[in-house]
């Protein structure tokens, strides 16, 4: 019997402004993409129907020409005060290991949508919505990468920064410090 293994596809990303010194590569940019909301309106035999423009979702890829609905794709650094969920880009060293990250992500949490898997220049990133913690100023976009040396306990070290509703990038230890 052969097993059935689910794969997220791979789409190339545009270069993103956040550097990863360790690694010496670029995070792709995140898009905030904006879709509309179709609704069939009960009053109109023609089938017209009303469109209500909502941001509802975000990508590492700017899919405003490949898939219906979406209206514009716009480039963030921040999200805004009003988003309900934090994102996380993470660095994979493959897209086996990209893939089984966001298995893992949808198995700890099924009511998220399913992120993606992005290549830019060589390099393997995924995106995942997390919850906002209270703790937090407020939404934020997270970047980590596994970086392996040997002078570490476990010969992995994260880095792991962050970029919060003022729009400013900081080194943080949320995911993996010492709680």
Same mark, same amino acid.
Do not use: H, N
């Given at each position: 019997?052969?097993?059935?293994?689910?794969? %997220?596809?791979?789409?190339v990303a545009r270069r993103g402004d956040v550097w990863c010194e360790? &690694?010496?590569?670029?995070f792709p940019q995140v898009y905030r993409l904006v879709r509309k909301r179709v609704s069939l309106s009960s009053a109109a035999p023609s089938f017209k129907h009303n469109e209500t423009v909502v941001a509802c979702d975000f990508s590492l890829f700017n899919l405003k020409d490949d898939v $219906? +609905?979406?209206a514009k794709a716009i480039p963030l650094r921040r999200l805004s005060p009003s988003d309900d969920r934090s994102l996380v880009i993470r660095h994979h060293w493959s897209e086996s290991l990209a893939n089984a990250y966001l298995l893992g992500v949808e198995d700890t949490d099924p009511n998220q949508p399913r992120g993606g898997i992005y290549e830019t220049e060589g390099e393997i990133f995924t995106i $995942?919505?997390?919850?906002?913690?209270?703790?937090? =100023? +407020?939404?934020?976009? %997270?970047?980590? $990468? @596994? &970086? %392996? #040396? @040997? @002078? =570490?306990d476990i010969g992995v070290q994260i880095w #792991?920064? =962050?970029? +919060?509703? @003022?729009? #400013?990038?900081? #080194?943080?230890d949320i995911f993996y410090g010492d709680d």
């Open positions: 019997m052969e097993d059935q293994i689910l794969k %997220f596809p791979t789409r360790p &690694l010496k590569i670029y $219906a +609905g979406i $995942a919505k997390c919850r906002t913690r209270k703790c937090w =100023s +407020g939404p934020m976009i %997270f970047y980590l $990468a @596994d &970086l %392996f #040396e @040997d @002078d =570490s #792991e920064k =962050s970029v +919060g509703i @003022d729009g #400013e990038l900081r #080194e943080t």
